[in-house]
């Protein structure tokens, strides 16, 4: 007979494992890892508000592209999990319109975040989606199959995994 047990620890040492005892009394871990994309969306009067509470002394207007994404991403880090709740698209506060509009800067120098600006008073410009772990994703427009690529060098020979069509 086996017992399960299920353990999740703070935000300092996240993991969270389910174990089974097997019959010779010794633990069988199985971490459960979950990938999935979260976009995050920190408005300029909450970042504005979050900047004065820090009272540098420094107007935000002043703040550079760089200095702008690491505040945001600093507010990341120190949110709770109910603040973060207010910044999640589709979470009840933020909408996939918030996202869309001209990429004025970002950040993608590492694989597992992916940092914008997006001047939302611009019209969205025609892209293909980046996502954080560096998957393009293409929809057919034959079959509606929606698939990803990662690294595609060559796009002019991309093919339908469903439908075999020739992606344009």
């Known amino acids: 007979m086996s017992t399960l047990f299920l353990s999740t620890y703070s935000k300092d040492g996240i993991?969270?494992?389910?174990?089974?005892?097997?019959?010779k009394g010794d633990w069988l871990l199985k971490n459960v890892?979950?990938?999935?994309i979260v976009t995050f969306i920190f408005t300029e009067e909450q970042l504005k508000s979050y900047w004065?509470?820090?009272?540098?002394?420094?107007?935000?207007?002043?703040?550079?592209?760089?200095?702008?994404?690491?505040?945001?991403e600093e507010m990341l880090e120190y949110s709770s999990?109910?603040?973060l709740q207010q910044h999640l698209m589709d979470g009840g506060w933020r909408s996939k319109e918030e996202?869309?509009?001209?990429?004025?800067a970002e950040d993608d120098s590492r694989e597992d975040v992916h940092v914008e600006?997006?001047?939302?008073?611009?019209?969205?410009?025609?892209?293909?989606?980046?996502?954080?772990?560096?998957?393009?994703?293409?929809?057919?427009?034959?079959?509606?199959?929606?698939?990803?690529?990662r690294e595609l060098e060559n796009r002019s020979h991309?093919?339908?995994p469903s439908c075999r069509n020739t992606i344009q």
């Not at 993991?15 to 097997?22: A, D, E, H, P």
């Not at 996202?99 to 004025?104: A, Y």
């Not at 001047?119 to 199959?145: M, V």
């Open 15 to 23: 993991i969270s494992s389910i174990g089974t005892m097997s019959t």
């Open 117 to 149: 600006i997006v001047d939302t008073s611009i019209a969205k410009r025609p892209t293909n989606k980046l996502f954080i772990d560096r998957l393009t994703e293409f929809r057919c427009p034959q079959c509606q199959f929606t698939f990803y690529t």
């Open 52 to 72: 004065e509470k820090k009272k540098t002394g420094l107007p935000f207007a002043t703040l550079t592209n760089e200095q702008y994404m690491k505040l945001a």
């Open 158 to 160: 991309l093919l339908c």
């Open 99 to 104: 996202t869309e509009g001209l990429v004025v």
């Open 81 to 83: 999990h109910s603040q």
């Open 33 to 36: 890892v979950i990938h999935k």
